[in-house]
Structure formats: C-alpha cells, structure tokens
C-alpha cells in the first residue's frame, strides 16, 4: 500500500514559488546526482531511494557517517517503503526526520519505454497499471535500445543504470580508465562494490557496445587449444529476447501457494486476566541455531512476533541463540512493527526489552547464548541477571550453563532459570552425559536458596532434552518441584511431524510457586509456519523444532519474603563430596535501549484513510493487477466487530471467538504491495544469459559436450523446487550438453524429475527454450554407498538425439570377504555416440574431512583407480576410450594422482580452474571435480572444456534462511569430444555376463 501512502497523506511543502527552491536550506543541485529521476522525483526533493552519500549530505543535520548508515540501511530492506523508515536509521531518529521530512521523498524508479505510442513508460509508486503492464514495460526496456554502454558511458549516464549509484558509477568510470575498456559483462564483479547480486540486478540494463544484442555464454570457463580458437563460440541464432527467470515470471505461480498458505489463528486479543486477577504467561522457547540472519527473515520475525502477542507472552526465555544481535530484531519489531502483521496487531502491543547472556556453551558451528524478552508495560522488571560459570582447572557442570534471571512482575517476584541441557544424539550416546546434567540441578537450586535466603519462587525453564515423566527427575519431584506443563502434551514439531514426537521442553515450579498458578499453561502448536520460511527446498517451514511453552501465575502477591532487588556480586555454590566451587557471576546485561520513543502513529493514520477511501469511493477492485478481494473482507468485516465478551480459555492454543468473522490472510501477505516489491526484485535480479544456440559441431565436424555434476544431496524434494530445476535443465540446454554424469543422488527417483522436465517442460522458462531441446533418457545406479542421512546413488543422463545410446552399466562390487575398495562404488556406463563409442566411469571419492582426518582413505582410494581402471581394460578387451569423471575430493595437481598420469591419463580441465562455489565464495578456491581422458580418447579430444561458473543460482533457492542460493557446491565440468570416428576395434554392444569386481 505504499502507492496509497503517497497519493493520500498531504504533505506540506514550503516551496519559494519564484525560485523553484526549498526554503531554509541551500540545496539546489539534486537533479544533477541523477538526471533520470527526474521524471518521478518532485522537484528539489531528494529520493532516499536512489540518492548518493553526498547528495544526502545535502540534507540538514546529515553528515558523511550518518549517510552511510542510510545507504547500507537502504541496502539491507531491499529499499525505503516510506519516508519514516528514516527514523529507524542509526543517527537519523525521530527528531531528524522532522527536520528533513519535507526534503526527502520516496519513489521506485520509473521504467520507461522508447517504443513509439508508450512514451509514458510505467512506474510502480505512481501508476495504475497492473503488473502485467508493468513486468511488459521490463521486458521492452531489455529488449530495446535502452542498455547502457558500461566502456563509453561516463558517470551521470551509467547513474541511470537501476540500481547503480554516483559511487558504483565512478568506480566502473574509475577501473575502466585504469584496466582499459570491458571485455565481459561479468568482469564488472572485478570493480569495487559490485558483487554477483548486483551484477545479476543490473546485467540486462548495460552492454558492451552500442550493438542492439550481447551475446555470451552460460557462464563457462572455456579451455582451448591455439589450433582451435574459434571452437568453442556457439553458433547459429542467437537469442534476441533475455528472459525473466521464467519460474518467477509467472507471477501467480508464486503468489498464490503463498497467499492460500500462510494465515494466522484467530484470535481475541489476552487481556492479562483471569477470574479477574492479574496474571502474567511465562514461556520457553528454543529457537534452534537463532542467528540474526534467521531474525531478518520476514516469515520467522512475523511467526516468533505474532505468536508472543496473540498468547499474551509477557517473559520469555529463549535458548539456542546463535548470536548476541539476534534477539534485538524480535524486540525491535514488538515495539517499532514494520511487518504490516504486528503493525496491525489490534491488542496489547507491549513496551519490551531484553537481555543476552555471555556464551553459554557451544553449538553446531557456533556460540550458544541464552536470553530474555519482557514486557515492561505489564509490571515486568529485571532486576538482575547472571550465567553459571566454572572455576579453573575444574570440569563443567552443565555443557551450556544455564542463565539465571531475577524478575519482578508487579507484587510477585521470581527467579528463572533458563537451561538448554545435553542432548542425547542420535544413538543416546549422550545419555549418560544428560543424566549427569540432570542430577546437578538440586545442587544449582541449593545454591540459589541460599544467595536469596527466603526466596521461594524459582522456576527452572528450557529444553531438558528428556521426558518429564522419566524417573531421572524424581529428583526434581523430591524437592517438591512440579512440571506444569501438561502431561502428554509433546513440544517438537517438523513439516513431518506437526503433531509432534517427544516432551523436551518444562517449566518446573516450587511447591510456593503453586500457589500463585492459574491453573492454565499449554504448548502452542499453531501458527509456527510460514511461507517465507525455507523448508529444505521448498517454503512453508516450521520456525523451530521446538514449540513455545507456557505457564500463567497470578501477579497480585508474593508468599515469600525475599528482596530481589539486592543483587549479590556472585551466586556461590560447593558441590556435595568433593568441595568444588561454581561460581554464577554477575552479567553485563546486554539489555536494549529503550524502544518506541518514536511512535509509528502515522501507520494507523494510513489504515484509516485506506478505510474512509473504501468507503467513500466503494470497494478496492483491483490494486496493481491483483484482486483485492483480501482487504475488502478487512473492511467489511469491520462493521462485524464489536465488543468482544470476555471468555475463559481453557488452553493457551484453544483461542476464543475471533474478532473478525473471516480468517484473513496473514498479515505480510495481506499488504500485496508489501510482498509484491521482493518479488519484482526478484524479476530484476533474476534471468537466464543471453546464449546462441549451440550446433553440435567444431570445425565443422559433429561433437559431443559430455559433462560430471556433484549436485549435493539430489533428492526428490530439492527436484521438485522449480529454481533448482530451472537452474539444472537450463544449465543443461545453454551449455549444449549430451551426456552428463551426476553424483550425490540421494534417490533414485531424482532424476527422473530433469529427465521430465527436459521433455515435458512445465516451466516457462524450458518451455520457451528456441534451441534444441533433445530427447532424454536416464539410467541410475544402485545405491553405490551412504551419504548423510540416505543412500547415495549415481546417475546418468543422456540425449537421443544427439546420436548417444546407452549400451550397459554396472556397479563395482565388494569382492567377498574383501574389504570395500571405494567408500561409493563407481557407477560404470557404456555408450555409443555416433560412430564412437567409450566406456564412462563416474566416481565419487571419500571426502577428507574438516579436519583431514580421512585423507589417507582418500589417498587409498585413489591408488585404487589403476586397479579399476585394469579391470574395465580386462572386462571389454581391445576398448581404449575411457573416460573417469566425478568428484575426486583433491586437486589433480597433488601427487597422488602421478599414479594416472603414468597411465597415460589427463585430466582434460582447464588448469587452476576451481570447481566449488557457494553464495559467500562464488568464484570458488577448490579443484575436486575431473575428467580424466585416456590416450586413446585424445584423439577424440576438440580441445574444448571448461568449468559452468554462471547462474547457477535462482532467487527460488533457499539460501540459509534467505533465498537466492546456488544448486550445489560443485559447479559442472565438461569437455568436448568428436564422434564422427572410433579408433579402437572394441564393441561395446556386447555385455558382459559376470559382476564387475576388482
């Protein structure tokens, strides 16, 4: 709705209508940082979207650091919504931002057209065009004259670029006169403050010379031989259209799951009461690796935020933080909302704070912390928080010490105690580990009573890692703790199992804590999902593994007679028997700055003019192409709503009579706007690569494009993510290839889904492929060993047309009582292709390790290749093309493979080219994936191979907790051979009839 913010919310503009200038500030020049907003852009005003460092200096009270902070700020969101997003800029604040409100303004860069009768072009923050209008406009824009000349352009010209600034100008302008004119579109990652996200948002808009059309291929490193120069250009058409990533070009293919998805349980909002006294909910919380890149995903943000406030949370304790940054993002959405969910929260939207521990252990690559969120405005104090540390040269009593926190919650005050204990692994090989954990807690809560003599209420809360009900917390029991939780109620969760397996997580209350219960706790199941939350390959996945807890105590008395305001300087403990000290140490709480001092107030001003626009010009129909269907229900509903009775709940996750009648969307997916403006980065950032069509020939004689590709954990699932099968049969297309070989199959089903898609496309972007499409076959193998939680299995997949038939494959064996020559057998295929035929051995060997501690079995394995090699020799007499690819786990360079090279193999890769990639090293630092040529197959040899580096990314990639990851971490590999003649006598039709060992 940021389109309607602008049109409806007056702005006052004191404009000196003789001199077209803003009055009380000098400048006048922020036409000349970026001529092409001009059209957009009122006059005099600078656009935050789009400004440079030193225009925004411009503004009052702005200096150099603070501009900084606006253009990283602005990098970070994707790009301002509204002015007042200013405000939440480091050095900007609320008192800035009134200062330059009426110098600033907001805007999306309009896309123009040249074409004759649309000089109009198309704007999204000021048109009513629908987005079919609008991605239309997109396409002629790439398809016109309009690309900017990266080698002749100077600085205001490339300004013009979407996406590049005065800096990003003047470093292009700057490395040009230093290295000489660009040679490649993709050699502007080489200057500063370009990388491979911005080079993919701005590729379509430049071009080398002022041709109409650029040419280049799918990102391949190509080895040639001087004889053959001209060899590996891909000839014929070339394509004049650069599509959109075509699995994101249809709009409705994404917005839909995602909007029938994602909706929120109804609910009234908690009125922190129950038989008329004032109650508090306590909760536990693990958030499973919590970074604060999982905090910025907008689906996890909205689930964790939204499901604090629709049960009426007021404290918190959360475990497996991942880092001391993360919980600050809940808290600052609680107190200054940008989701439009919690903006429209219409309860109790709380004033809170939080505190952090130190590290309270190790996790999976990681620091572990703990921490506490609270609600200040329902009389929630902390007076004092601490982490349980161990003296020197004594071994840990807990392998993450719990973090103790002493609370005061109007009258009633407490002492919680946040743990995340052992867990047992996979096997229990733990458990006894756990058990030893479990045993210290009396002597933790011992100690506790006597740094707080007369403190009664302690509540020991967070991930136990074990059934409550086992007898190894009879201990607990002993001492008249009780777990409050219901009896039976599980608390994991996973797509796979929502309704849950396993009781790990308690609150465990003292026999005076009792006394102050409610009666009512629960374990929240609902709404723990998104649509914006990665689900291995796909979306809509579960915030944790764990689900919240809850427990409700009365606030209006306390039992005891302990002050907790006094803060000891260290908690002290002896452990029984062996006179040992811990000691819980005081904490340097990393408690938050106070929030909300600068109230959004004019959000809810926007939601009611939005409202008396509805009603007085009638109902939304459409916003931008989309029905508005959503929001009408919001606004019709509204006359539904009354006064919502008080009702007893008997359960947290039992909600009362919703407010409004109809379940609406959630709340970051109702504002169409708000999701549209990712999606149409999306577009922008994502297509496929100019490329001609390849014909199959070098020097006019036929040839053959045979490829290996580790594609990482290749199940069924990741198959069935249209990013990673636009990625993988486009890679396929572009590059010409015949015959691939894939490793890290993790089923056999897999393949099947490329196989399907090269013949049957369904996506759009296969669908409108103008090159040879080809006829496609698979072959995969038995499970040739283990990988991480499967089998593995390999797999070959090969084009009819191109003449290639698959004659036999076969699985090396384990002879009997031998010991396994390879840890994931070679998958072994023989094919003719024309009138040559060889025999493809696709390997996969051991991985060294982290740490290289399975480097000598790799080295074995490797020494194990002669041997193989040997035995194919022996199995089909007189054949000397032979070809071994896949993923060797080392770089052909090493000593190790001197032993192929005596054999007269080469590895035919072009060298010192890597072969790994990943989204935070896409230019790779590893060589593991080869293709070794026997002498024979030289002689087939064109010259031509290379390593496929470029767009093996997709925007509908989960990339950690964000999109726009690669398909794998290995790129593919191909070499190009002759088929027009076979220099050996063997015939491979024949097939052997005895298993293939060594």
Not at 232 to 247: A, D, K, M, P, Q
Not at 389 to 402: C, G, I, Q, V
Not at 515 to 530: I, M, N, P
Not at 591 to 617: P, Q, T, V
Request: charged share 25%; proline share 4%; glycine share 8%.
């Amino acid at each position: 709705m940021g389109a309607v913010n602008s049109c409806c919310i007056p702005k006052n503009r004191d404009y000196d209508h003789d001199n077209k200038k803003l009055k009380k500030h000098r400048r006048n020049l922020s036409a000349t940082f970026n001529m092409s907003m001009m059209d957009e852009t009122p006059q005099n005003m600078i656009n935050i979207n789009f400004a440079a460092e030193e225009e925004l200096m411009t503004l009052p009270g702005i200096n150099r650091a603070t501009a900084q902070n606006i253009i990283e700020y602005r990098k970070q969101i994707g790009g301002f919504k509204k002015v007042e997003d200013l405000a939440l800029v480091s050095g900007v604040g609320a008192a800035k931002l009134n200062t330059i409100r009426n110098e600033v303004c907001v805007s999306v860069k309009r896309m123009t057209s040249t074409t004759e009768g649309n000089s109009g072009g198309s704007s999204l923050s000021g048109s009513n065009k629908d987005l079919e209008v609008f991605t239309n406009d997109l396409v002629k824009k790439k398809n016109g004259n309009l690309k900017m000349n990266i080698n002749s352009s100077n600085v205001f010209q490339l300004m013009k670029i979407n996406g590049v600034g005065q800096s990003l100008a003047e470093n292009i302008v700057t490395y040009r006169d230093k290295k000489g004119p660009f040679k490649s579109i993709d050699d502007l990652v080489k200057v500063k403050g370009i990388g491979n996200s911005i080079l993919s948002a701005i590729r379509y808009q430049v071009c080398l010379d002022d041709s109409e059309d650029q040419t280049f291929m799918n990102g391949n490193v190509t080895h040639k031989d001087d004889s053959n120069s001209n060899s590996s250009s891909l000839n014929t058409t070339t394509c004049t259209n650069r599509h959109l990533s075509e699995s994101t070009e249809n709009m409705l293919d994404i917005l839909e799951p995602i909007i029938r998805s994602s909706s929120r349980p109804k609910v009234a909002p908690f009125n922190f009461k129950h038989k008329n006294k004032g109650v508090v909910r306590i909760a536990s919380w693990n958030v499973e690796r919590f970074d604060e890149e999982k905090a910025n995903n907008p689906g996890v943000k909205e689930v964790i935020c939204m499901t604090i406030l629709e049960n009426g949370f007021g404290l918190i304790a959360f475990q497996e933080l991942a880092d001391e940054k993360a919980l600050e993002k809940i808290c600052e959405e609680l107190n200054t909302p940008s989701l439009p969910c919690t903006k429209k929260w219409s309860g109790r939207g709380g004033k809170w704070k939080f505190v952090v521990s130190e590290a309270t252990g190790r996790m999976y690559q990681s620091n572990e912390y703990n921490g506490f969120l609270y609600d200040v405005s329902q009389g929630i104090t902390l007076n004092h928080s601490a982490l349980l540390e161990k003296p020197d040269n004594s071994p840990k009593p807990f392998t993450r010490a719990p973090f103790i926190g002493t609370f005061k919650m109007k009258k009633f005050d407490c002492i919680v105690v946040s743990v995340h204990m052992k867990a047992t692994g996979l096997a229990n090989e733990d458990l006894n580990r756990l058990q030893e954990e479990i045993d210290k807690v009396p002597q933790l809560i011992k100690a506790i009573e006597q740094q707080y003599p007369g403190e009664e209420d302690i509540i020991m809360l967070g991930d136990f890692n074990l059934d409550p009900q086992k007898e190894d917390f009879d201990i607990m029991r002993k001492k008249g703790y009780e777990n409050c939780v219901p009896v039976g109620e599980y608390t994991n969760i996973s797509n796979n199992n929502l309704k849950g397996s396993q009781t790990y997580d308690h609150i465990w209350i003292t026999s005076s804590t009792k006394k102050t219960f409610s009666g009512y706790s629960g374990v929240v199941r609902e709404g723990l999902t998104s649509p914006l939350i990665p689900k291995g390959w796909g979306w809509g996945g579960v915030v944790s593994d764990h689900c919240p807890v809850w427990t409700e105590l009365y606030t209006g008395k306390d039992f005891d007679t302990a002050d907790l305001t006094i803060t000891p300087d260290a908690i002290k403990f002896t452990l029984d028997g062996n006179g040992d000290t811990y000691t819980v140490s005081d904490h340097d709480t990393m408690c938050a700055d106070e929030f909300g001092k600068f109230k959004c107030y004019f959000d809810l001003f926007n939601w009611d003019i939005y409202r008396r626009i509805y009603h007085y010009f009638g109902k939304f129909h459409s916003f931008y192409g989309f029905n508005m269907g959503i929001v009408n229900s919001c606004f019709d509903c509204e006359s539904q709503v009354g006064e919502v009775e008080e009702k007893e709940v008997k359960r947290n996750y039992e909600v009362t009579e919703t407010i409004c009648m109809n379940k609406h969307l959630s709340e970051s997916t109702e504002n169409m706007i708000n999701l549209l403006e990712p999606i149409i980065t999306i577009i922008k950032s994502s297509s496929r690569p100019q490329v001609t069509q390849f014909n199959f020939k070098h020097k006019n004689k036929g040839v053959v494009r045979i490829a290996s590709w580790n594609v990482e954990r290749f199940d069924e699932d990741k198959a069935n993510n249209p990013g990673v099968r636009e990625v993988v049969c486009m890679t396929i297309l572009e590059n010409g290839l015949g015959l691939v070989a894939f490793q890290e199959l993790a089923d056999k089903m897999a393949l099947e889904k490329i196989c399907e898609e090269l013949n049957t496309p369904s996506l759009s972007c296969t669908k409108k492929w103008h090159g040879h499409r080809g006829e496609w076959k698979f072959v995969v193998s038995e499970a040739t060993g283990r990988m991480y939680r499967s089998n593995e299995y390999n797999g070959f997949l090969y084009d009819s047309s191109q003449g290639i038939t698959f004659n036999h494959s076969e699985l090396l064996e384990k002879a009997k009582k031998a010991p396994k020559a390879f840890t994931r057998a070679p998958f072994i295929g023989t094919f003719k292709i024309k009138k040559f035929d060889c025999v493809i051995v696709s390997v996969h060997l051991k991985a060294t390790g982290l740490g290289n501690e399975d480097l000598s079995r790799l080295q074995e394995e490797i020494d194990k290749v002669p041997e193989l090699i040997n035995a194919i020799e022996q199995r089909y007499p007189g054949e000397e093309d032979i070809i071994i690819l896949g993923d060797f786990n080392l770089d052909p360079q090493k000593e190790d493979f001197d032993i192929l090279r005596k054999k007269d193999y080469d590895n035919c890769l072009p060298v010192g080219e890597f072969t790994n990639i990943s989204n935070s090293n896409p230019k790779g630092s590893q060589t593991y994936d080869h293709m070794w040529i026997s002498n024979g197959t030289r002689k087939a040899f064109s010259g031509n191979s290379g390593v496929i580096r470029g767009n093996l990314t997709s925007p509908l990639i989960p990339n950690g907790w964000s999109w726009g990851g690669f398909v794998s971490d290995h790129c593919p590999v191909w070499t190009e051979l002759y088929t027009g003649k076979d220099y050996d006598s063997a015939d491979l039709s024949v097939i052997p009839d005895t298993n293939f060992t060594l």
